[in-house]
């Protein structure tokens, strides 16, 4: 079976998701194909087809166009059944999505599977064109954002989706707000861990200060607003401590968050240390004790998910899938959306538990990891996603 895998870039090398999914497949005898529109990080775990790209040169982009109009002509068929389905945007309109999307129309596939919802946009005809099925991921993103901007944006896609896959039921659910059918098929399949690999990075915390540790991007859906708010909580109920944030921004966040750190006097105790490399991230993690999630929303979260199978004390607001990621008083706590005082709180009493409460828990999250986000139950599903 020949799955043709749609994302923007291909994968890098330390991202599991999509990394363990191709590996999973290609061991279970299914052929793989990348569409992206570049592979500068020299992917090569399967084939990459590389769609053309809008020359700034008008010459070039002439001769680029001519040549991959002559390398279609096999597939006139092909372009004609997609012109129908598509003539209502106008002649001009569709010649530009032949172009961008020739290494598509020239491929034969058993499905076609956008890894993400606004890959989609556009191609929603594509898969029935040349004979496949189609499906498509919803990770966050695709959900939580971009519809609220571009209203009915998905409406053409529900039509035309022959199986959608979740990472967890909070997007499934905003999915049939936004137009999904309840009775369209849906498979949730959650991230992964690579229990094996996380295993070695078990460090006990030997700091003397209380570590905190938060990977977000510095951007306002994941509240870094409210990290800052909760450390001045902390600070004044005596707490000796540091919060690591990992993750970037951009520039113009980062200052606003710099700023807010400098009012609040939190210099010495909150860090924003940029991204890193996934191996560096989680050896941070791994040498805090407790781990903090202060987003608006999360489609599920890999950084919690990954925090507690290295069996730190994990904290995050009840807000999207992290009630799903996380079961409350069992593998860590839940705090009210939004409350930093109320988180503050929790972090204080938590701190203060006997260290065999402590253990419980931690290790309660550990085994629940290990048990239900492996990589290979996760590799399974994916199998079962497309021969079933």
């Given amino acids: 079976m020949k799955i043709g895998l749609v994302l923007a870039q291909p994968p890098s ?25 570049n592979n500068s990080v020299g992917y090569s775990s399967c084939p990459v087809k590389i769609f053309p790209s809008k020359k700034r040169n ?33 002649l001009t309109k ?41 499906a498509v991921s919803f990770r966050g993103y695709d959900i939580n954002v971009y519809p609220k901007k571009n209203i009915d944006c998905y409406e053409k896609l529900w039509r035309n989706a022959d199986k959608i896959h979740s990472i967890s039921k909070y997007l499934v659910k905003e999915a049939n707000t936004l137009g ?41 859906i994941k509240g870094i607003d409210f990290i800052i708010e909760t ?14 944030v990992i993750g970037d921004g951009e520039n113009k966040d980062k200052e606003r968050y710099y700023y807010h750190i400098f009012e609040l006097g939190l210099q010495k105790e909150v860090f924003l240390v940029g991204r890193k490399s996934h191996e560096l991230t989680l050896n941070l993690v791994s040498e805090a004790s407790y781990y903090v999630q202060t987003s608006y929303s999360e489609g599920f979260c890999n950084g919690v998910l990954e925090a507690q199978a290295l069996g730190k004390l994990c904290f995050a607001f009840q807000t999207g899938a992290l009630a799903e990621n996380i079961i409350h008083e069992k593998t860590g706590w839940l705090i009210e959306p939004f409350d930093t005082n109320k988180l503050a ?42 021969k079933n």
């Fill in 231 to 244: 450390a001045s909580y902390l600070k004044a109920r005596g707490l000796d401590f540091e919060w690591t």
């Fill in 94 to 134: 569709f010649l530009s999505k032949v172009y961008f999307n020739a290494p598509l129309l020239k491929a034969e596939l058993d499905w076609v599977h956008y890894g993400f919802g606004t890959m989609a946009l556009g191609r929603e005809t594509l898969a029935k064109v040349i004979g496949a099925k189609m």
């Fill in 13 to 37: 090398y330390s991202e599991t998701f999509f990394n363990s999914k191709i590996k999973g497949l290609q061991a279970h005898g299914f052929e793989v194909i990348l569409f992206c529109q």
């Fill in 58 to 90: 008008p010459i070039i982009f002439i001769f680029s166009f001519l040549r991959v109009f002559i390398s279609l002509i096999p597939y006139f068929n092909r372009i004609l059944k997609w012109y129908r389905l598509e003539k209502e945007g106008g």
């Fill in 345 to 386: 709180e929790k972090i204080v009493e938590v701190v203060g538990l006997p260290t065999a409460r402590k253990q419980e828990i931690s290790l309660a999250a550990i085994k629940r990891v290990r048990e239900n986000f492996n990589i290979e139950q996760q590799q399974q599903e994916f199998v079962n996603f497309y």
């Fill in 180 to 220: 999904l059918n309840k009775n369209a098929l849906v498979k949730i399949i959650t991230p992964a861990v690579n229990m094996q690999k996380l295993d070695q990075k078990k460090i006990v915390n030997t700091k003397q200060k209380i570590s905190i540790v938060t990977v977000a991007r510095l951007s306002w």
